[in-house]
C-alpha cells in the first residue's frame, strides 16, 4: 500500500451550493501515470481541487480522502511531494512580476519574493536550471504579463518542479496553446515521465494524452464512469459512450486522434 499516494473511498464534494464529486472511490499510485479525461464538467477540475486540498470532500460515515497515507496534511509537506499546474494558478501572478520570480518563489510557497524572502545561491541555480530545462532562460526577467500561453504554462511547469515532487498534476495544460506550444508542453511531459515523475494528466483533448499515460479514467457528471488501461479505454467504443457521439480513433507512434463517424 505504500505506492499509493491518492486514496479516496465513497468521497462526495460540492463547490457553489451544488454536487460536483458523487461517491468517488479511487486509488492511485506512484510510478503510474494518470490520464483524468471527460467532457466539460465532468468534475476533473474538482478532482483537481481536492487532490491539492483547496476543496475539502464532504465528511459522512464511511468516507475518507488520503494523500500519501494521510487524511490530515501539512500543506507544506505536501508541497515538497505534489505538484499541480492549473490555468486557474496563472490569474494569481502579477502581470509586472518576473519571469523568473515566478519560479524563485515557489521556495517559500509564495506569489512573490518579500522582503525577507532571499533565495540561496542553490535554490537560484535549481529555479535557472529549471528555466534553461524547459527553453524559458530568454525570458527569465521578462514581466509575466507580457509572456505567450505557451511560455506561461512552462513557466508553472517550472515553478512546480522547484521542490522535485514525486507527483505532478496538470489541469488541462493544453487550453489556449498553438500547435506549437503544445507540441513542446508533450515532449516536456514525455521527458518528465521517462525522468520517474509520477503525472496526472486532466484534459478533454484525446490528442494531447502521451504514449507514457499507462491509465485513464473516465469523469461524467461527476462520477467515476471507467478505470483502465489506455490502451483498453481509448477505443472507438469507449470514448464514444463517454462522450456522447461516435467517434473514430486513429493511432500514430503511441498518440491517438480522434474522428467523427
Known sequence: MADIWFDASCVDAWLGGRPVINDLSLQLRLGESTTVL??????????????????????????????????TVNLWRLRRRLGVVSSELETRFHPRIEASEIVLSSFFGSMR?????????????????LMQRLNLESI???????????????????????????VLVLDEPSRALD????????????????GGTTLVQVTHRIDT????????????????WGDGPAEQLLQDDPLSQLLDTPLRVLQHQGFRQVLPT
Open 179 to 194: 500547435l506549437k506550444a503544445c507540441h513542446q508542453l508533450l515532449k516536456i511531459l514525455r521527458d518528465l515521465c521517462q
Open 113 to 129: 519574493l518579500g522582503r525577507d524572502q532571499t533565495p540561496t545561491v542553490d535554490q537560484r541555480s535549481q529555479a535557472a536550471e
Open 140 to 166: 527569465a526577467a521578462e514581466p509575466f504579463g507580457k509572456l505567450s500561453d505557451g511560455q506561461r504554462r512552462r513557466l508553472m511547469i517550472a515553478r512546480a518542479l522547484v521542490h522535485q515532487p514525486e
Open 38 to 71: 471527460g467532457p466539460n464538467g465532468a468534475g476533473k477540475s474538482t478532482l483537481v481541487k481536492l487532490i491539492d486540498r483547496s476543496l475539502h470532500p464532504i465528511v459522512k460515515t464511511g468516507s475518507h480522502l488520503r494523500l500519501f497515507g494521510d487524511s
Open 209 to 224: 494524452i502521451i504514449p507514457e499515460m499507462q491509465r485513464v479514467l473516465f469523469l461524467r457528471d461527476g462520477r467515476l
